[in-house]
């Protein structure tokens, strides 16, 4: 069984590989990925299960294998897997790399973020997908007053894409509550389809 080794490779190098792998080897019906951090095996495993792979997730140590078996035919893919579910052309990515707005205080910076993703659902339909980076990953996890917000919001369908390796950095990723760990993958190509781009 080929292994596919990914550790070192910074996001979103691991899901590239992968990727790159299943174009070159359409053939392969089982073959495992190895990356050093939980992130990258979230996305990688993301990927694949796009792909049609069932997976397999196995953590030791440092290391975390995950092991695909085709489980139906593989669609190539030309980009990422979002492509699959791009937006309809009147559809809108909201991106946010803080948890609060402006640079002022900060107690009131809190309130505004707060208010202005309670606000969020005033779009209606038109809100696609919320991407949260750097500072922004902080407004996912467990305890934070925005929380049941995005929950909300998720329930709703929008889909809500939070940075692995921001979380990773941060030492977040054990409490994010919300969303799915993406990759710098994911976040362009979200660019690429999206009608329009708010950026917070």
């Known amino acids: 069984m080929e292994l596919l080794d990914c550790k070192g490779y910074p996001c979103p190098q691991p899901v590239l590989k992968t990727r790159a792998y299943i174009l070159a080897h359409p053939e392969a019906e089982t073959f495992s990925v190895v990356v050093d951090n939980r992130a990258s095996a979230e996305n990688v495993m993301r990927f694949l299960e796009s792909q049609g792979f069932q997976t397999r997730f196995e953590e030791s140590s440092n290391e975390f294998v995950i092991t695909a078996h085709q489980s139906c035919t593989v669609p190539l893919p030309e980009t990422s897997a979002l492509q699959k579910t791009a937006p309809d052309v009147t559809q809108t990515l909201v991106v946010i790399v803080n948890d609060v707005i402006g640079n002022g205080d900060r107690e009131l910076g809190t309130k505004l973020m707060l208010n202005f993703l309670k606000t969020l659902s005033e779009m209606g339909e038109s809100l696609w997908r919320i991407i949260l980076l750097n500072d922004g990953v902080r407004l996912s996890i467990e305890g934070a007053e925005t929380l049941p917000v995005l929950q909300q919001l998720a329930s709703d369908g929008v889909s809500i894409l939070v940075c692995g390796t921001c979380l990773n950095y941060y030492q977040l990723l054990e409490k994010k509550q919300v969303g799915e760990t993406t990759n710098m993958l994911d ?13 917070l």
């Open 187 to 199: 976040v362009v190509t979200s660019m690429q389809l999206a009608a329009k781009i708010i950026h």
